[in-house]
């Protein structure tokens, strides 16, 4: 079980978790497609991969706007030949009490959330299926695909609905190959995160210590955080098993926060 020789796009993969997994996944032998909005940090990554002898370009894309999905997974394809592995990974976190949620973050959220994991598996899996291979598509989703918490309601639907996604495409996709699921960090450190830590301390009236201490990471076995390296981890063993005995299904790496 192996990405070797695979392609890979990756979304929001020029930060975070994203990155880790483009670096991770060109380390065992895949080529990786870096499809971000950010061009410079995205280079910055390819860049890092051709250092290390592997294989890498980067396309700009809006993972919302439908035409620069399907340029980037055509570029990917006329580049590399095929799209084997999808890792939709882009997102974004924005926090409010419900009462005050305005209508165009919840908008914003759903939209690179959801409308950017239905556009990139409809681009990438019509290769899937032409190649013969099948392959594999991993959704981004976190503990908050199971589980709630304040102020994060529009996140929360969002993930929870990746789940429904990825049981409808690995009931489509399985008879040609393709198998789908869901991958489900708990708090890891990125720019993501990290933005929250005062964002939440204003709004719960806590210190930003107490944040990390009892909102983040309270119910974790040890109190630690999950690290972009075990989510990569993670992505790469998925992205490798090669059979539908694995499909639909969604694994969570959190340090015992979820347990489900
Ligand atoms: P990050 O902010 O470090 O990286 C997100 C990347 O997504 C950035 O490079 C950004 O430019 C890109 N992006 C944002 N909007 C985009 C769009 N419309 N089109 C294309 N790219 C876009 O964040 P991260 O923490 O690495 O998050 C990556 C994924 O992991 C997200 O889906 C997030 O919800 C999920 N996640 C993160 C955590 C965590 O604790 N960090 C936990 C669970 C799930």
């Known amino acids: 079980m192996s990405v070797q020789n695979k392609v890979a796009l990756i979304t929001g993969a020029a930060s975070g978790i994203g990155r880790e997994c483009a670096l991770t996944l060109a380390r065992q032998g895949a080529a990786v497609v870096v499809a971000d909005l950010n061009p410079a940090a995205s280079e910055l990554v390819v860049a890092e991969i051709i250092k290390a002898g592997g294989r890498a370009i980067s396309v700009v894309m809006d993972v919302t706007d439908e035409d620069a999905v399907n340029a980037g997974v055509n570029r990917a394809v006329t580049e590399f030949g095929s799209i084997d592995i999808l890792v939709s990974n882009a997102g974004i976190q924005i926090i409010h009490p419900i009462e005050e949620f305005p209508y165009a973050d919840w908008k914003k959220i759903m939209a690179i959330h959801v ?146």
């Open 115 to 260: 409308d950017g994991a239905f556009l990139t598996t409809k681009a990438a899996i019509k290769h899937m299926y032409d190649s013969g291979r099948g392959g594999s598509i991993i959704y981004m989703g976190s503990v908050h695909s199971h589980q709630a918490s304040k102020l994060k309601s529009a996140y929360i639907t969002a993930k929870h609905g990746l789940l429904g996604l990825a049981r409808a495409i690995a009931k489509e996709g399985g008879p040609r190959g393709v198998r789908t699921n869901v991958v489900c960090p708990g708090f890891v450190r990125t720019p993501l995160v990290d933005k929250q830590i005062p964002e939440q301390a204003a709004l719960f009236n806590m210190s930003e210590e107490d944040v990390i201490k009892k909102v983040f990471l309270q119910e974790t076995v040890d109190g630690e955080f999950t690290t972009t390296a075990d989510i990569a981890n993670t992505v790469a063993f998925v992205a490798g098993f090669e059979t539908n005995a694995l499909t639909g299904q969604s694994i969570v790496v959190s340090h015992g926060w979820s347990m489900i």
